[in-house]
């Protein structure tokens, strides 16, 4: 139970969309923990189904795996994988300077969208297309929960399990 968070599957649809807007068919989710991932590999799975793709077209890779790097790169040379769907912006960044390492262009031959909005993404080059929790909504749902508890501290038993709709940036 939890009182607000991001609604990781509404993010990773949103960047799906994205990405099929685009003309990819094919898709890696690079992971940090598939235990946590399932979210977002529900949300790029009902995208990729909505637009009559194959559900083998989205694969998982989990990032702490040896080496996640080179099974990325299998993807995109050896199974046709055209984008990716990263756990984080820092995971992104990290995989954008392994496949420019390795001849790889982004966003020409393989195109990516990090998760969770941090500031460093738009200094990358290329700048990072991220998935964001809007910060302000969790700043007000925050502050009214406070206040709330504050002043009603009897009505705190119950979670309020409230997704924030995120964005594009």
Known sequence: DFDFG???????YLAARHLLKHG???????????????????GLQQAWKEAGLPEENVRMIEAFEEPAEKQI???IRNHGVTCGLMSNDFVAARVMQFLDRNG?????DFA??????????????PPLTSVVSP????ARLAFELLISRIEHPEEQKERLNRYVKPAMF
């Open 6 to 12: 991001a609604d990781l599957k509404s993010g990773a």
């Open 24 to 42: 990819h068919r094919k898709i890696v989710l690079l992971c940090t923990n598939r235990n946590s991932a399932y979210l977002k590999m529900e």
């Open 73 to 75: 790169l299998d993807s």
């Open 104 to 108: 790889v262009r982004v966003p020409q």
């Open 112 to 125: 990516l969208i990090g998760f969770d909005g941090s500031a460093f993404a738009y200094l990358l080059n």
């Open 135 to 138: 910060f302000e909504e969790n």
